[in-house]
C-alpha cells in the first residue's frame, strides 16, 4: 500500500477509533491483509495494541455484529479468542460513521496463522480448540446439532452443476490470460473424475451432524503461539454447517497436506482430542473427514471462478492457492486408506 493511499485511509479510521472506541493511537500501520477489508494495527501511547478490521462502504451492519457476537459467544466457551473493545457511547462491538464499518479487537502479538503450520503438539492443540468451540456451540441459542443431509460442499449434483456452468461461461467468454485458460481445463478435469469422486462418496456416512460452525475456520484464521492455539479469529456470521466439513477444511489445508507428510498421524490425534471433548460427531463421521475434504476440494469451483465472478484480482498468491488446492485433493485421494487407517487406530 503506497503513503498517499494508506494516508487517506487512517485518517478517517483514526477518527472512528478515537470517536467511537476510545482509542487515540499514537501510530497506525496496515495490518495483515483481508479478503474484503482492509486492516490495521493501531498502538496507544502505553504500548496497548488493537487489530483494527474495516469493511467496505455499504456493509451491512447487521452479518458484521452477528460474527462479532459470535466471536465474543465463543471466548465465554473457553476458546482462545481476542477479545473485543466496545464502543464508548453504547458497547456495542461494531462502529460506523459515513460508510466505514469498524470492529476492534486486541492484537495478537508473536504469533503466526497455522496456514501450512501445523506440526507436533500443535494438531492435539488445534483439535482441543475446535472441539471446544463446537461443543460451546452446541449449546448456543442457534441450535444444537442435528443429523441430516450431507454438507453442501459435497452435494455431488449441486458441485457439478456449478462446474458444468463455470465451463460454458468460459465458452462463452473464452479465457484470456494463462489463470483462466488453466482454470477452464481444470474445471473440466474435475468434471471428468466425477465418477471417481462418486465412489468415493459412497463410504461417506448418508446423515452427518450439522451445527452451528465457525463459518471460516481456516489456516489463516487460526493464530499459533508455539505449540499453542494463540487465538481463533474471523467469525462468520451465524450459520450451520457440517461440523466434519468444518474440521477437515482446517485440518487439511491445502498446504498443510502439501508441506506436513506426516499429515495422517497428525490428524489421527487432532481427531481424538476433537472426540474426546465434542462425541456429539461420531466416529464413523470423523473418520470419513479425508474423504469429505478430498471431494470438496475436488468438486469446488473456488478460486476457478474469481475472474468471472469478479472475486478480486488474480495474485500470484491466489493463483498458487488455486494450484495448492488441486494438487492437495490429488494427495488426499493417493493417500486415502492410509489416513483412515490412523484415524481409525487413534478414534477406537
Request: with cysteine; proline share 7%.
Amino acid at each position: 500500500m503506497t503513503p498517499s493511499v494508506f494516508e487517506a485511509r487512517s485518517s478517517p479510521v483514526t477518527l472512528l477509533l478515537t470517536g467511537g472506541f476510545g482509542i487515540v493511537p499514537a501510530s497506525i500501520e496496515p495490518g495483515p491483509a483481508g479478503t474484503a477489508t482492509h486492516n490495521y494495527i493501531a498502538t496507544e501511547a502505553d504500548g496497548s495494541q488493537w487489530f483494527v478490521k474495516t469493511y467496505p462502504v455499504g456493509t451491512a451492519l447487521g452479518p458484521v455484529d452477528a460474527a462479532a457476537r459470535l466471536g465474543e459467544y465463543a471466548r465465554l466457551c473457553r476458546v482462545p479468542v481476542a477479545a473485543a473493545r466496545r464502543t464508548t457511547d453504547q458497547g456495542r462491538l461494531v462502529a460506523a460513521h459515513q460508510g466505514l464499518v469498524m470492529t476492534v479487537t486486541r492484537y495478537v502479538p508473536d504469533a503466526v496463522t497455522a496456514d501450512g503450520r501445523l506440526t507436533g503438539r500443535r494438531w492435539e492443540a488445534v483439535g482441543e480448540a475446535v472441539g471446544c468451540l463446537h461443543r460451546g456451540f452446541a449449546r448456543h441459542e442457534y441450535g444444537p446439532p442435528r443429523l441430516g443431509p450431507r454438507d453442501k460442499a459435497i452435494d455431488l449434483a449441486r458441485t457439478l452443476a456449478r462446474l458444468e456452468h463455470l465451463v460454458s461461461r468460459y465458452e462463452a467468454t473464452p479465457p484470456a490470460s494463462a489463470f483462466e485458460r488453466w482454470a477452464v481445463e481444470t474445471a473440466r478435469e474435475k468434471l471428468a473424475r466425477a465418477p471417481e469422486v462418486e465412489g468415493l462418496l459412497g463410504r461417506v456416512p448418508r446423515t452427518m451432524v450439522s451445527q452451528l460452525v465457525h463459518g471460516d475456520l481456516s489456516g489463516p484464521n487460526v493464530l499459533l503461539r508455539g505449540d499453542a492455539v494463540a487465538a481463533v479469529i474471523d467469525f462468520h456470521s451465524p450459520i450451520r454447517r457440517g461440523a466434519v466439513w468444518e474440521l477437515g477444511r482446517l485440518a487439511l489445508d491445502p498446504r498443510t497436506v502439501l508441506t506436513q507428510p506426516d499429515w495422517p498421524e497428525g490428524l489421527g490425534r487432532l481427531a481424538a482430542v476433537y472426540h474426546s471433548l465434542h462425541p456429539a460427531v461420531g466416529v464413523e463421521e470423523l473418520a470419513s473427514v479425508v474423504r469429505v475434504t478430498a471431494v470438496a476440494l475436488a468438486m469446488s469451483v473456488y478460486p476457478l471462478n474469481s475472474v468471472l465472478d469478479g472475486l478480486g484480482p488474480v495474485t500470484a498468491s491466489l493463483e498458487r492457492y488455486a494450484r495448492d488446492r488441486h494438487q492437495a485433493a490429488a494427495v488426499l485421494r493417493d493417500r486415502l486408506d492410509e489416513a483412515e487407517e490412523v484415524l481409525r487406530d487413534h478414534l477406537a
